[in-house]
């Protein structure tokens, strides 16, 4: 058996804030770039993120006050052969999908920019809340590349092909407003608010009932890539799941005796 990969302390910083786990990437000196050593400490963190029953939420961010992740470490690409750059572009496309399919909500806190690799790591988070000084953008172009860690596929779907081909095309990065008028951001806050925002959100998510929540993502997930018909299919039976949950009871029973609910995730 190969040995778990410990997630390297000099690449990313975890706290927990009771069920709400935050992940920052922690590299400021490189606006947090994404380097091998660090997309395989973040997989390490999100695979122990979701076997730790205690952790309900997890919060997504970048260390420092400029930048969430400015995209892939362009110095570590920049000498690779074609078969390394495929490796290096399926490396990060398993993180990101392993965030999307976290059994669990994943919240961006976007606090500066989010470029290239920073912009398709916090499009593989189910929500993004933006501070009103963030960046984002796939700048990839300028450097001769395309995106490769999903976000030619994760934009397309999230924003469609007018927004996508915008972003792609001139490399251009946008600010939080537009971005949120194009549907890539859920939410734009003043940047000083953005921490309590954030936490703020996590902390109702975390109180909510985890298997509804993990229904839903799963349900958006299967839906989002299948014909409408295997969706809904596929959406009944996890509707009927839900009845052999005690928090379907608890929820129900909570709403009709006028209390709040408290929820186990059984
Ligand atoms: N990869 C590697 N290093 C990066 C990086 C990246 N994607 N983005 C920033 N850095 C490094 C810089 O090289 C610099 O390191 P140094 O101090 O050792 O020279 C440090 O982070 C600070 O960046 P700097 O460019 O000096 O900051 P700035 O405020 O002048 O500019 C940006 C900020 C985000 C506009 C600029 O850093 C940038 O364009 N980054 C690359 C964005 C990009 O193309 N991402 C997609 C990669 S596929």
Do not use: W
């Not at 000083?192 to 909510?208: D, P, R, V």
């Amino acid at each position: 058996m190969p040995e778990p990969v410990l997630p390297d302390p000099s690449t990313i910083a975890i706290t927990d804030h009771g069920p709400v786990r935050l992940v920052a990437v922690n590299r400021p000196d490189k606006l947090n770039a994404l380097n091998a050593a660090t997309l395989d400490a973040l997989l390490a963190a999100f695979d122990a993120a979701a076997a730790d029953d205690g952790v309900r939420v997890v919060v997504l961010t970048g260390t420092g006050p400029k930048a969430f992740v400015a995209g892939a470490d362009i110095a570590e690409m920049s000498g690779l052969t074609p078969v390394q750059g495929r490796d290096f572009s399926l490396r990060g496309q398993r993180l990101m999908r392993r965030i999307e399919t976290l059994p669990k909500p994943v919240v961006a806190m976007v606090n500066g920019f989010a470029l290239g690799g920073g912009l398709e790591l916090a499009m593989s988070c189910h929500l993004r809340i933006a501070a009103d000084s963030a960046k984002v953008g796939q700048p990839e172009v300028n450097l001769g590349l395309i995106p490769g860690f999903g976000g030619s596929q994760r934009l397309l779907r999230l924003a469609g092909r007018a927004a996508t081909l915008e972003l792609c095309l001139t490399g251009a990065p946008i600010d939080a407003p537009r971005a949120l008028q194009l549907g890539i951001v859920n939410r734009v806050v003043p940047a000083a608010e953005l921490e309590a925002e954030t936490m703020q959100l996590a902390a109702k998510l975390a109180a909510a009932a985890p298997l509804a929540l993990r229904g839903v993502l799963d349900c958006v997930n299967v839906g989002g890539e299948c014909a409408i018909g295997e969706g809904l299919e596929y959406e009944s039976a996890q509707f009927g799941l839900m009845f052999a949950t005690d928090d379907m009871r608890e929820g129900t029973a909570a709403f009709l005796e006028r209390r709040k609910p408290d929820f186990k995730g059984r």
